[in-house]
């Protein structure tokens, strides 16, 4: 069988610094018609579980840890029996939305994922959170950026636990590195291409923010 991506969208808030907003929210599931991993846990367990149907859900996989992409990864897991795994840097963000319960498991620069006939490369991206992670999939041409790149640029860092220069650096680094037809999937918004990101490179490294 071959792998593919599915996709929802949630709708709820995102809070941190004493402020709250509200926030639609990409969900992705990678894999077959029998297993299948969930990219980030956001808002609606329904709205997921929608999406993975009968499938056995073999992990959920935290792009990172602000609130809006792992609110309900805990009542998820207990859906599906699947681990919850987390870059060990983002446990100071996760803690602040769950403080008494960990992740299952941890994600590691360079750790491949098999599930459902692909595999899914994990790329530590810091900057938006210090344990900003993608997952690329070279077989199936996509990486999975979470809040690391956007349609137009990177994503905030204007909060806490954040750096511009660091996610500009990741970017440059890990990212623009693949291929330019590789299609990036956010955790907001439209998709877009590396290609399509790559010439603004040395405008973000020159903007003040």
Request: net charge negative; glycine share 10%; hydrophobic share 40%.
């Amino acid at each position: 069988m071959m792998a593919h991506i599915d996709h929802a969208t949630t709708s709820g808030t995102f809070s941190l610094d004493g402020e709250t907003f509200e926030v639609e929210n990409n969900v992705w599931v990678v894999g077959d018609d029998l297993e299948c991993v969930i990219i980030d846990a956001p808002h609606s367990v329904p709205a997921i579980l929608d999406v993975v149907g009968t499938r056995k859900v073999r992990a959920i996989l935290a792009t990172h840890a602000h609130d809006d992409h792992i609110r309900v990864a805990p009542e998820l897991a207990a859906a599906t029996g699947a681990p919850i795994l987390l870059h060990p840097e983002d446990l100071v963000l996760w803690r602040l939305t769950h403080p008494e319960i960990a992740p299952d498991g941890e994600l590691s620069d360079k750790q491949i994922i098999a599930v459902g006939g692909t595999e899914l490369h994990v790329l530590h991206t810091p900057g938006h959170a210090p344990g900003a992670v993608c997952f690329h999939s070279p077989d199936l041409g996509v990486v999975f950026t979470g809040d690391t790149l956007f349609h137009g640029g990177p994503g905030a860092t204007g909060r806490s636990y954040s750096d511009y220069d660091t996610i500009v650096a990741s970017i440059a680094d890990r990212l623009l590195a693949l291929p330019p037809e590789t299609l990036v999937h956010t955790g907001h918004g439209d998709s877009t291409t590396i290609g399509a990101e790559a010439p603004q490179l040395e405008e973000w490294r020159a903007r003040d923010n």
